[in-house]
């Protein structure tokens, strides 16, 4: 007799529109989402945050918090990077529920887009609204320095990948997804609000996703600032295609870490990624705590 093995995340790499794994996906969208609201209790949180590298320390500002480890719940992300412990945080942040993901999986990790895909789709699920995406991300501008944050305007995809490519599941969203209204005008306003009501300085600008995990080459990053970027990660954009796929509204920001490559004397690294991330994660966190209770 012949054994056909399960079809896991690594052979969903060959095989990433196969009849089994797109249902498998599905069912494991459902049962996350069960298990997140079987924990809710009275909790109706309708803003999800996603903390980017060195800023998860505003999940521990949750109150009354619910944790549950990604691996506990089907199909999300294991992160392997230093910064994403991989937890969902529910509770109250200013008296607002909300729901806090510490971590996500990036594409420099892996190549299947399942696991951020099911840990998007099951916040649509159990009842968000908002998705507020953060990021660690090197600034392209002189008036943008390190430790400040810039409020995500626009994207530019230049990761070479797109999460939605392959047979479209229309349980969760549309085929052609249009991405005018990508970073939502309203909640930037409200985000603009919130930072001035505070006192944190805001900046706005348009963020480019490379795939990583290499910085890029100054060559690199001249290429960017003619192409009208301002800041440069390697995440979110791929988060906030998915979240606008299943009609989440998507609004975020980045905390600047350090100058994109050639445009100072920094050795870029991980490690001096989340140490500069500490230094802004204040006002961020200020900021978040700020903009939840204007939804």
């Given at each position: 007799?012949?054994?056909?093995a399960p079809?896991t995340?690594a052979?969903a790499?060959?095989?990433?529109?196969?009849?089994?794994?797109?249902?498998?996906h599905?069912?494991?969208?459902?049962?996350s989402?069960?298990?997140?609201?079987?924990?809710?209790?009275?909790l109706?949180?309708?803003?999800?945050?996603?903390?980017?590298?060195g800023l998860?320390g505003l999940?521990?500002?949750?109150?009354?918090?619910?944790?549950?480890?990604?691996?506990d719940?089907?199909?999300?992300?294991?992160?392997?990077i230093?910064?994403?412990?991989?937890?969902?945080?529910?509770?109250?942040l200013?008296?607002v529920?909300?729901i806090a993901?510490?971590?996500?999986?990036?594409?420099?990790?892996?190549?299947?887009?399942?696991?951020?895909?099911?840990?998007?789709r099951?916040?649509?699920?159990v009842?968000?609204?908002?998705?507020?995406?953060?990021?660690a991300a090197?600034?392209?501008?002189?008036?943008?320095?390190?430790s400040?944050?810039?409020?995500?305007?626009?994207?530019?995809n230049?990761?070479?990948?797109?999460?939605?490519?392959g047979?479209?599941?229309d349980?969760f969203g549309?085929?052609?997804?249009?991405?005018?209204d990508?970073?939502d005008?309203e909640l930037?306003?409200?985000?603009k609000?919130a930072?001035?009501?505070?006192?944190?300085?805001?900046?706005e600008?348009?963020y480019?996703?490379?795939?990583?995990?290499?910085f890029?080459?100054p060559a690199?990053?001249?290429?960017?600032?003619t192409?009208?970027?301002?800041?440069?990660?390697?995440?979110s954009v791929?988060?906030c295609?998915?979240?606008r796929?299943?009609g989440?509204?998507?609004?975020?920001?980045s905390?600047?870490?350090?100058?994109?490559a050639?445009?100072?004397?920094?050795?870029?690294?991980h490690?001096?990624?989340?140490?500069n991330?500490a230094?802004?994660?204040?006002?961020?966190?200020k900021?978040v705590?700020?903009f939840?209770?204007l939804?």
């Open positions: 007799m012949t054994v056909t079809l995340s052979t790499q060959h095989a990433p529109d196969a009849p089994d794994h797109v249902a498998q599905q069912r494991h969208v459902e049962l989402a069960a298990i997140v609201l079987a924990k809710l209790g009275g109706k949180p309708k803003v999800a945050i996603i903390l980017g590298s998860g999940g521990d500002q949750v109150e009354s918090a619910v944790k549950i480890p990604y691996k719940l089907p199909g999300f992300p294991i992160p392997t230093v910064g994403h412990t991989g937890e969902l945080i529910a509770g109250k200013n008296g529920d909300v993901l510490k971590g996500r999986k990036h594409f420099y990790e892996t190549d299947d887009a399942y696991p951020l895909k099911t840990m998007i099951t916040l649509k699920a009842g968000i609204e908002t998705l507020f995406v953060s990021n090197g600034s392209l501008r002189s008036d943008i320095g390190v400040e944050l810039m409020m995500i305007a626009d994207h530019i230049y990761m070479g990948l797109n999460p939605l490519v047979a479209n599941d349980a549309p085929r052609f997804v249009p991405l005018t990508a970073w005008a930037r306003g409200k985000l609000t930072a001035k009501k505070i006192n944190v300085p805001l900046h600008g348009v480019i996703a490379f795939r990583g995990p290499t890029e080459t690199e990053i001249r290429m960017a600032k192409m009208g970027a301002d800041a440069v990660g390697m995440s791929p988060d295609i998915i979240a796929h299943c989440l509204r998507v609004v975020g920001c905390c600047i870490t350090n100058m994109g050639g445009l100072s004397d920094e050795k870029l690294s490690a001096h990624t989340l140490e991330a230094r802004g994660a204040s006002n961020f966190e900021l705590r700020e939840v209770t939804l």
